[in-house]
């Protein structure tokens, strides 16, 4: 097992949870400006990413290419960046895997399956995710994630738009739309990372909420992702499977 971004309030929760697993072995840490030869040299089958959005990209072609299997948590991903991943999965060792996980935390993956489960059954839904004031990307992956997973059930179930008789806003006011739904975003000192999605029908509001108070709280997924990705070639988009949450 390998950690890239090790040093960073991820990375040293993953160090510490591979640390502390029977079955698994940390070969490599890795920081900024360490060499990428080190996750090689150390015999690393699998890399676990959770560094920038500047530096992912580079370390999954890296890993792929010489058939490490990437776990990727770095936020950021959209589709194009996944579509990356496909050309050089394609390219890479036969067997090698890449799982992208917005979120590692069970009850994230849980409230974005029960919004998904909800999405086709109300007219409105939106998403209010707040993160610690250190994010660089927002909106969050969980949160992105969350809204094309809604969107999709949406679109199966033959849901027309939220209804909306907004004719004048300031840029940003009603959110950022990924797939029209709005998404908002709040940068909260003393937060770690928390999302409600708010769903409304008639006479009645749905809030689907999630709060993750501690960095522990994706320790259990990391070790979940890192033990099941040696079964699943090519490309991973979730923890749902992995978890056992069809
Ligand atoms: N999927 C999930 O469940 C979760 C995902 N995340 C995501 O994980 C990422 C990291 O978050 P977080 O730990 O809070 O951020 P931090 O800033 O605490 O950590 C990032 C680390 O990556 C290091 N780094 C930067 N460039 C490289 C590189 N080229 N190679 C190796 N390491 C590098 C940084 O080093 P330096 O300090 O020197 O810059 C830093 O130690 C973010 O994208 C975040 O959104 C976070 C929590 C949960
Ligand atoms: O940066 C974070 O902290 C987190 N990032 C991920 C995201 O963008 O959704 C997962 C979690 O919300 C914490």
Do not use: Y
């Not at 040293?12 to 697993?21: G, L």
């Not at 360490?34 to 150390?42: R, V």
């Not at 940003?172 to 709040?186: I, K, Q, W, Y």
């Not at 709280?217 to 979940?224: D, E, I, K, W």
């Amino acid at each position: 097992m390998a950690v890239l971004g090790a040093r960073g309030k991820l990375g040293s929760a993953v160090c510490e949870a591979v640390e502390s697993a029977d079955d698994m072995e940390l070969v490599a840490r890795v920081g900024r400006g360490d060499e990428l030869s080190t996750i090689t040299d150390a015999g690393a089958e699998v890399a676990v990413d959770v560094t920038t959005l500047e530096a992912v990209m580079g370390n999954a072609e890296f890993c792929l290419s010489h058939g490490v299997h990437t776990v990727i948590g770095t936020s950021g991903f959209g589709p194009d960046r996944v579509a990356q991943l496909e050309e050089w999965l394609a390219k890479a060792p036969a067997g090698v895997g890449a799982m992208v996980v917005p979120n590692f935390s069970v009850g994230a993956v849980l409230m974005m399956r029960f919004a998904e489960l909800a999405a086709a059954h109300f007219p409105s839904v939106e998403i209010v995710e707040t993160h610690h004031e250190r994010k660089a990307d927002a909106p969050s992956g969980t949160a992105r994630r969350t809204a094309e997973l809604v969107a999709a059930a949406r679109r199966e179930a033959g849901v027309g738009p939220a209804p909306d008789a907004t004719t004048s806003a300031l840029d940003g006011a009603r959110g950022a739309s990924v797939e029209d739904v709005p998404v908002h975003s709040l940068r909260m000192s003393g937060s770690v990372a928390h999302q409600e999605v708010v769903l409304g029908g008639v006479g009645e509001l749905l809030t689907i909420r999630h709060d993750s108070l501690s960095h522990a709280s994706f320790a259990h997924g990391v070790l979940a992702a890192i033990r099941g990705i040696g079964t699943r070639p090519g490309l991973t988009v979730g923890l749902e499977d992995v978890l056992g949450i069809a």
